[in-house]
């Protein structure tokens, strides 16, 4: 009986190492995942912003300009309620984003 106890003890205890090493290689490579999809959401947004600005200022004349913005003006007046509606979901978004960092904040802290 002792001989097994021996031989399964050891066995079981490893096992189970190997269990929590699993366990927390993954979180953390979830965690590196996210950091990862984070920053290239932001590098994706500081291009766009980067491309609009520059599409404005080299390809497109004053009075094109002029005209597109008062299209947008008056779109948004029509559609008041969708703008409403967007602006709930950005803010929606952003309640996320923020619930997501602090989130990662706690297990950074954990560990």
Request: hydrophobic share 35%.
């Amino acid at each position: 009986m002792e001989l097994i106890l021996a031989i399964i003890g050891p066995c079981l205890g490893g096992i189970i190492s190997v269990g929590v090493w699993q366990s927390r290689r993954n979180s953390e490579n979830v965690q590196s995942g996210l950091n990862n999809l984070h920053s290239c959401v932001h590098e994706m947004s500081l291009k766009v912003e980067t491309l609009s600005i520059d599409v404005a200022k080299n390809y497109v004349t004053q009075e094109e300009l002029e005209n597109h913005e008062k299209r947008e003006e008056e779109w948004h007046r029509e559609n008041q309620d969708e703008v409403k509606e967007i602006k709930s979901d950005i803010k929606e978004i952003k309640e996320m984003q923020w619930s997501m960092r602090l989130d990662m904040l706690d297990i950074k802290d954990r560990k």
